[in-house]
């Protein structure tokens, strides 16, 4: 038995997984260790972002979340997990609201910080993020729009949906950015210091004009 532990004592440490969950009303991570059973959960950590937000152009029927708060929520979270596993990532999952759409400026979308766990990104010329429940766009204004050539049919909340309101009715606002994605797609561009953003078919999907069968998007449409 003495022989035995000496030898595991040796063996090097898993590599970990660090899943990441951006959700409407919180944030969760957890830590994944590789198990002759397979993956278990170490680690995991929830915290509320109380990110709620309002804005005069989106009106009443406006549901918009502040990214700062989301983040720093987010980095609440990792700073709970054991340093020691963290530093033994090997690769990260991240999910989180589809649907949504968040605008920023490419090469200026956060600034990174040391900190007492590590290193910290905060978000600087970035927009709010325009959840999925955001209701700004009526049945009369969808109906205006172009018909999309996607198996879904377009709703207000829909990330191409929400550009459109923008175009309409406060152009300005897109002048400040020019990249877009959801809060996950944000996310990963930051951490992985994407000069253009990365969406995933199921993402791409969920905006409302992007055709699923070629994985294209929509763009010979006004």
């Not at 009106?59 to 609440?76: D, T």
Request: charged share 15%; aromatic share 8%.
């Amino acid at each position: 038995m003495a022989m035995a532990g000496s030898e595991a004592a040796g063996r090097p440490a898993p590599a970990c997984v660090l899943g990441i969950d951006l959700g409407t009303t919180s944030v969760k991570a957890a830590l994944l260790v590789g198990a002759e059973q397979g993956p278990v959960v170490a680690e995991s950590c929830s915290r509320e972002t109380q990110a709620h937000a309002s804005s005069l152009e989106a009106g009443p029927q406006g549901m918009e979340q502040n990214v700062r708060r989301i983040v720093r929520a987010l980095n609440k979270c990792l700073a709970t997990l054991p340093q020691q596993q963290l530093q033994r990532v090997s690769h990260i999952g991240i999910s989180g609201q589809m649907h949504g759409i968040v605008f920023w400026k490419k090469d200026e979308g956060c600034k990174w910080t040391e900190c007492g766990t590590g290193p910290t990104f905060e978000p600087e010329e970035v927009s709010h993020l325009i959840t999925w429940q955001d209701g700004r766009c009526s049945p009369t204004f969808l109906s205006s729009l172009p018909l999309p050539q996607s198996h879904t049919s377009l709703a207000t909340g829909f990330g191409c949906a929400t550009v459109y309101w923008y175009l309409k009715n406060s152009p300005d606002f897109l002048k400040s950015y020019d990249a877009a994605g959801t809060i996950h797609d944000y996310v990963v561009a930051m951490l992985c210091d994407l000069k253009k953003p990365l969406m995933s078919v199921q993402n791409a999907a969920s905006w409302g004009y992007f055709n699923s069968r070629n994985k294209s998007w929509n763009t010979d449409m006004a």
